[in-house]
């Protein structure tokens, strides 16, 4: 059986995160890792010359690639991604959804309501950190994901992003302006650009800690924290709960997705 080469897709409301993994006796590297912005209006030719850029940039071609694996929450693009993987690999992608194998119980009152990258999360954590633990995602929403010591799926938290959050005031509040999330001189702002500063880094550290303390006293177990998402070496280093930081957990956890849904015969 020949070794893959895997293309891993995850579609995000503002961005899409594209890793490549080369396999060698067995064992998966992270060779290469892009992120492009999300735009629903791309046809699929433009994606597909963004796409064979990315991989030329890198002295690598699309040719390459023998497997591809592709989750998304934003479902009009889907159809787009799938004729992509089409023209330049010649095969759809797997997509993570229903009736794909996760080895993971989802205990939400309705399991399709949860996002695909939720679970692809908490498969990603418990596999490489075992349980209980929780996923925290900086991305267009932060969330909170649980998992149980026994390796299930119990639920979450949805806030919005900080991104989110600075773009709201900004828009509503005709003399507030966008600032780069930074550690500000000091708690008490100064300056408009300081006081913005230090409500979103403290404010969102702060509310991470407060509701992991919360998850923790509901689940009666000490659950490790792991975070991932643009921002999350930023918040860890001001947060007393994150205790892993993990940039490409989701890209791992959909290299861990395809391992398990692999055929046997595959080659």
């Given at each position: 059986m020949s070794e893959p080469t895997l293309l891993v897709i995850d579609v995000g409301n503002t961005n899409v995160s594209l890793g490549v993994y080369d396999y060698a006796g067995g064992e998966a590297r992270l060779a290469q890792h892009w992120r492009l912005s999300?735009?629903?209006?791309?046809?699929?030719?433009?994606?597909?010359?963004?796409?064979?850029?990315l991989f030329a940039s890198e002295g690598r071609s699309t040719e390459e690639i023998s497997d591809v694996i592709l989750s998304s929450v934003v479902p009009p693009v889907v159809p787009i991604w799938e004729r992509v993987s089409s023209k330049l690999f010649g095969q759809p992608p797997q997509i993570v959804?229903?009736?794909?194998?996760?080895?993971?119980?989802?205990?939400?009152?309705?399991?399709?309501?949860?996002?695909?990258?939720?679970?692809?999360?908490?498969?990603?954590?418990?596999?490489?950190?075992?349980?209980p633990i929780i996923a925290v995602d900086f991305g267009t929403a932060t969330t909170f994901?649980?998992?149980?010591?026994?390796?299930?799926?119990?639920?979450?938290?949805?806030?919005?992003?900080?991104h989110i959050s600075m773009e709201a005031l900004f828009e509503r509040a005709s003399k507030l302006h966008r600032v780069e999330i930074a550690r500000p001189r000091s708690v008490i702002g100064r300056t408009t650009t300081g006081a913005l500063q230090s409500g979103l880094l403290y404010g969102y550290a702060g509310m991470v800690d407060s509701m992991v303390v919360r998850i923790r006293q509901e689940l009666g177990e000490a659950a490790?924290?792991?975070?991932?998402?643009?921002?999350?070496?930023?918040?860890?280093?001001?947060?007393?709960?994150i205790r892993e930081v993990a940039p490409f957990l989701t890209l791992d956890g959909l290299r861990i997705l395809f391992e398990k849904n692999r055929s046997p015969n595959a080659g």
């Open positions: 999300t735009h629903r209006e791309q046809t699929s030719d433009e994606v597909a010359i963004s796409l064979s850029a959804g229903p009736g794909m194998r996760t080895g993971m119980p989802v205990r939400y009152e309705n399991p399709h309501e949860v996002g695909a990258d939720r679970i692809v999360n908490a498969v990603a954590a418990f596999e490489i950190y075992g349980g994901d649980c998992i149980s010591e026994r390796g299930e799926y119990l639920g979450g938290v949805i806030c919005p992003g900080i490790t924290v792991v975070a991932t998402g643009g921002l999350a070496r930023r918040i860890a280093s001001e947060s007393d709960e």
